[in-house]
T-cell receptor, first 111, second 116 residues
């Protein structure tokens, strides 16, 4: 099956700093989503981005499908950005519609 | 649009007991998914439905697990004869399948199961 690797595994930053999270995947994909998992376990959709670049406020994401990676940028970090960020991919194949998740990047923002 | 809901949010049970979880998807969504997440890991796929048809099951879904979506709306996930290894967060997601493309999956808040 498809492999998803995220880096770094842990990131500790001061409030106001910028960060870049990376997601590498082993095969072509039809779907790529970024999620933020809050301390209560809720997975919050950030981006649906199988290719190209999107921005939403302080967050932006870029997926280079031909090179099999995606980047999530967080600017001017706030303490509420703390949590685990997951990248998940889907390779649609004869009805196989499951998302395969990476192991996540744990982001801690220090006031 | 009230989002995906799950019930209960927490369940503590003794080994050997049966448990059942419920998921209510976003109302117009025709696909419904179950995932399991253990501590420190990303969610892992268990099974998914398109309308009432169960289209795929993971090897993680042993014969003690059964999922249903009888009317193509809400779904239940039952675990029989629970084991301590079943302790995890059980996540439900839903999406709207469109022709010619994959779709965004939206997740519920999860049910955290603890087996003593």
């Amino acid at each position: 099956g498809i492999q998803v690797e995220q880096s770094p595994p842990d990131l500790i930053l001061q409030e106001g700093a910028n960060s870049t999270l990376r997601c590498n995947f082993s095969d072509s994909v039809n779907n790529l989503q970024w999620f933020h998992q809050n301390p209560w376990g809720q997975l919050i959709n950030l981006f649906y981005i199988p290719s190209g670049t999107k921005q939403n406020g302080r967050l932006s994401a870029t997926t280079v499908a031909t090179e099999r990676y995606s980047l999530l940028y967080i600017s001017s970090s706030q303490t509420t950005d703390s949590g685990v960020y997951f990248c998940a991919v889907l390779r649609s194949n004869f009805g196989n519609e499951k998302l395969t998740f990476g192991t996540g990047t744990r982001l801690t923002i220090i006031p | 649009d009230t989002g995906v809901s799950q019930d209960p949010r927490h369940k503590i049970t003794k080994r050997g007991q049966n448990v059942t979880f419920r998921c209510d998807p976003i109302s117009e969504h025709n696909r419904l998914y179950w995932y399991r997440q253990t501590l420190g890991q990303g969610p892992e796929f268990l099974t998914y439905f398109q309308n009432e048809a169960q289209l795929e099951k993971s090897r993680l879904l042993s014969d003690r697990f059964s999922a249903e979506r009888p009317k193509g709306s809400f779904s239940t996930l039952e675990i029989q004869r629970t084991e301590q290894g079943d302790s995890a967060m059980y996540l439900c997601a839903s999406s709207l399948a469109t022709s010619g493309g994959t779709d965004t999956q939206y997740f519920g808040p999860g049910t955290r199961l603890t087996v003593l």
